[in-house]
């Protein structure tokens, strides 16, 4: 519960000096696009904590207000905390889900918290290239496919994806002329 009530916020910038620390807290509880990384909210979380909205994953409420007062519950033996833990892979694996849906800033949030978890999860680093490639930001869809290749220089998916990169670019140059 250490991040629960502005009481717990408001603690936390005088005994730590987390400078600004409900203010961030307010911005993270009015995001509506779940899910986010914590780190991009609080400058001193350094992992790859990810906050999601857990309303449609059967999950039992732990501490909430009742009657303008905090009620407080232990859980059941038969909740598994467990199942809210996603690893990179299972991020990325539903952002190519959002890419399908052709939900582009889903997708983008996605593979964020999977790189986020992982920085060398080749496959988000793929997808996301494929994501500014169709949001038209070129460069930066070009440097993330270099850097994969100058990690592993026989990344077929990329060597490809750098390919069809380089044609729009042709092309684009193309038109223009």
Known sequence: YAYTTEEQLKFKEIYYGYSGALDKW??????TDYPVCLKDYFDWVNDGSVVEDVSDKNV??????????????????????????KSDEDYARDAENAIN?????????????????????????????????????????????????????????AIQNKRVLEEIIEKAITEVI
């Open 26 to 31: 307010k911005e993270l509880n009015a995001q």
């Open 60 to 85: 039992t409420c732990l501490a909430k207000i009742e009657n303008s007062s905090w009620h407080f519950s232990y859980g059941s033996a038969d909740k598994n905390p467990g199942i809210l833990l």
């Open 101 to 157: 849906n052709n939900d582009l800033a889903k997708a983008r949030r996605l593979l964020n918290c999977a790189l986020n978890i992982s920085e060398n999860n080749i496959d988000a680093k793929n997808n996301l290239a494929v994501i500014e490639m169709l949001d038209k930001h070129y460069e930066n869809a070009m440097n993330i496919l270099i850097g994969i290749i100058n990690e592993d220089c026989n990344n077929k998916t």
